[in-house]
């Protein structure tokens, strides 16, 4: 396939949100706003996802062990909250969005472009540790599951949390074009402080996690180890690729992107490849511009068998219609 995008358009993608806010103010107050809203909008989809999947993980433990595993699962993330990094003041627990984006869009009216950015900054910040405090929390109900319940039963609640929210948005997700594709996983890890490069050749787009947003920073600021750290998965499981020592939060790319799309369509969803065990380093994301063509040797990261062959060999076409019929897509 030939190339989509040049050299300029793909750096484009990977401009951090305070650069784009910068850039549109000098572009005039439309363009300022209308960036300002999506980089917003952006940020709060993150603390939203999160918040959602640790509702699943709760309703997961009620529904298969019952009212004293949920409330176990409270004081657990109360004794691992010296190791999380839920550090919001009071600015945070008083600020009123509604009120700072009415005064966002004053300022940008006004063509107050330094206050604009300052402002654009504060708002950064507070969107950065409401996405760690709740990021952490996540990770202390995925921590707790492991450490009470075990492997096998982190497997069964990241699959119950993914078909009840990434999942959903697979299907349209593959339907659109790679040269689309592409734009919305940049802005969502850009929406996840995350710092990234997008390459490109003629099979694929590549996203260059320079810097993860996620299981990354958590590393790299000592949330993890013995209790009342977050967890490492030690087993050798597919959780794990099969080596062992992976963060819990990391362990849920092995089921949303590899064991649950290949059940569901053949193929990873997309091809996510993460630093070596609890290692710090850069992760990369391939969007394959037919994913039907995703080289076979990256679903064999995983234990691919345990999919099912017969599964596996429904065609990608055939089965993409059919995942669309068994879940609901959102827009992302």
Not at 44 to 62: C, K, P, S, Y
Request: charged share 30%.
């Amino acid at each position: 396939m030939a190339l989509e995008m040049t050299r300029e358009e793909l750096d484009a993608l990977a401009v951090p949100p305070r650069e784009q806010f910068g850039r549109a103010l000098e572009a005039g107050a439309e363009e300022a706003q209308a960036t300002f809203e999506r980089l917003d909008r952006s940020y709060d989809n993150f603390v939203a996802g999160f918040r959602t999947w640790t509702a699943t993980i709760q309703a997961f433990l009620l529904e298969n062990f019952g009212f004293e595993a949920l409330d176990a699962g409270l004081a657990d993330e109360a004794a691992l909250a010296p190791a999380l990094r839920l550090g919001l003041g009071a600015e945070d627990l008083e600020a009123d969005p509604d009120a700072e984006r009415e005064r966002m869009r004053r300022l940008i009216e006004s063509g107050d472009r330094s206050a604009a950015q300052a402002l654009f900054e504060r708002i950064e910040a507070r969107h950065r540790r409401r996405h760690d405090a709740w990021h952490d929390r996540l990770s202390s109900w995925l921590s707790h599951v492991y450490r009470r319940h075990g492997v096998e039963q982190l497997e069964r609640c990241i699959r119950y949390s993914g078909e009840r929210t990434l999942l959903g948005w697979m299907p349209r997700d593959l339907e659109r074009p790679a040269a689309v594709r592409v734009r919305q996983w940049a802005a969502m890890a850009l929406g996840n402080f995350s710092r990234i490069r997008v390459d490109e050749d003629e099979e694929k787009f590549t996203l260059t996690y320079q810097e993860c947003g996620s299981c990354g920073r958590q590393l790299r600021d000592g949330c993890y180890g013995p209790p009342p750290k977050l967890a490492i998965v030690e087993e050798a499981h597919p959780l794990t690729w099969g080596r062992g020592s992976v963060p819990v939060y990391r362990t849920h790319v092995a089921v949303m992107h590899y064991l649950l799309p290949l059940e569901k369509i053949g193929v990873p969803w997309p091809v996510i490849l993460c630093p070596e065990r609890d290692e710090v380093g850069e992760c990369r994301l391939l969007l394959f511009k037919n994913p039907e063509r995703t080289p076979p040797e990256y679903a064999r990261r995983v234990e691919a068998d345990r999919t099912g062959d017969a599964r596996r060999a429904v065609p990608y076409s055939a089965a993409l219609r059919g995942a669309g019929d068994r879940t609901e897509g959102d827009d992302r």
